[in-house]
């Protein structure tokens, strides 16, 4: 072989290693397999933002509690000149062209299925790449006006994303368009958290410890107070007697107790939100103990504007409650009165 030949030769094995460098570095393009769309770590990532054309869910963690995954949720105003019930309203109520105000937002305590989600999405990664797509494409894929929006807020900086389905396909497994134009298929469990957030994702245990986790309580009404001494844990038998007749069991006090602790909440206020008509007034309160010190509260008061609110010490704010409370609250006062 002449010097000619070993020229061309080494010039093709350079440009075979170059293309295979090159093959080896590109994402892949619809091969099946977990793909990362954006490196990003659970330290440098800041907030999730999922946004729709009626509402939107943001996923925050507090710089001074980083155990702890925040929720907003907020409701997305009307497009303009859109009426606010959807043109099913003729137009001659008093208040015709008028758009009332959308409802401010709500700050609640995320969840385990929210300190996960927000663990998936750091690294963001989908289940396939697809590459640089078409106009044609983009438009059956969904992603040309897609009002759904996916924003990774990372050191300071926002990475937004457009995420959009098919028309008449499952919104199970959506597609994803990068900033740089690279659309990729994403996993089927990640947007339906974000886009039911308020169902999902929001912590609504009204403590952190069980039935158990206390081994006293006082009960706080007006000005009177009676302190109780708790034994056992279900699913063994639960007695509550008086603190200064242990040996004295309280039936009575132990089913108006077992029906304080298992209040259910129909509606999480946020954090620093107030019901209707300003603060309630408080008509009963219990603090709970367990070897002598502090383990959490519940407090049940009346709202201005009727009905009845709990707060806690997990919950961020006042908790509405069902009817029904107020067989409670007049029991309360014979509780809380020593024998």
């Known amino acids: 072989m002449n010097a000619r030949g070993v020229a061309i030769q080494g010039a093709l094995a350079v440009a075979g290693l170059v293309a295979a460098f090159l ?15 954006l490196e990003v770590s659970p330290r440098s990532l800041q907030r999730v933002r999922y946004a729709d054309a009626s509402r939107a869910a943001e996923l925050f963690r507090d710089p001074n509690d980083e155990e702890t995954v925040w929720l907003r949720l907020e409701t997305q105003p009307p497009p303009a000149g859109a009426p606010a019930d959807g043109g099913v309203a003729d137009g001659g109520g008093a208040d015709a062209g008028g758009v009332p105000p959308p409802p401010p937002p709500r700050e609640l305590r995320g969840n385990e299925t929210a300190k996960g989600l927000w663990k998936r999405l ?13 106009a044609k494409k983009l438009e059956e894929l969904g992603l040309t006006n897609s009002p759904r929006k996916l924003t990774l807020t990372v050191d300071g900086r ?9 028309s008449g396909t499952s919104w199970g497994s959506p597609y994803l368009r990068r900033e740089d134009g690279r659309v990729f298929l994403l996993g089927p469990a990640l947007l339906p958290d974000l886009e039911n957030a308020s169902s999902r994702l929001v912590d609504r245990r009204k403590h952190t410890f069980e039935m158990g986790g206390f081994d006293a309580f006082t009960v706080f009404q007006g000005k009177n107070a009676r302190a109780f001494v708790v034994n056992g844990k ?3 038998p639960v007695t509550v007697a008086p603190q200064n007749a242990p040996d004295k069991q309280d039936e009575f006090v132990r089913n108006w107790f077992d029906r304080v602790w298992r209040l259910v909440p129909t509606d999480l206020l946020g954090k620093g ?4 008509g300003g603060a309630p007034e ?15 509260f519940v407090i049940v008061a009346r709202g201005l504007q ?17 009817s029904g409370v107020d067989t409670l609250a007049s029991e309360a006062v014979k509780v809380s009165q020593a024998d």
């Open 158 to 166: 926002e990475q937004t994303f457009t995420v959009a389905s098919p």
């Open 122 to 134: 750091a690294p963001l990664k989908a289940t396939r790449a697809l590459g640089e797509l078409d």
């Open 234 to 236: 279900p699913p063994s």
């Open 273 to 276: 939100e107030e019901p209707a």
């Open 282 to 296: 408080e008509v009963f309160r219990v603090e709970f103990r367990q070897g002598g010190k502090p383990v959490g």
């Open 23 to 37: 093959v080896w570095q590109r994402e892949p393009e619809g091969m099946p397999g977990e793909v990362t769309v």
């Open 306 to 322: 009727g009905g009845f609110f709990l707060k806690t010490e997990h919950l961020p704010g006042w908790a509405k409650l069902p």
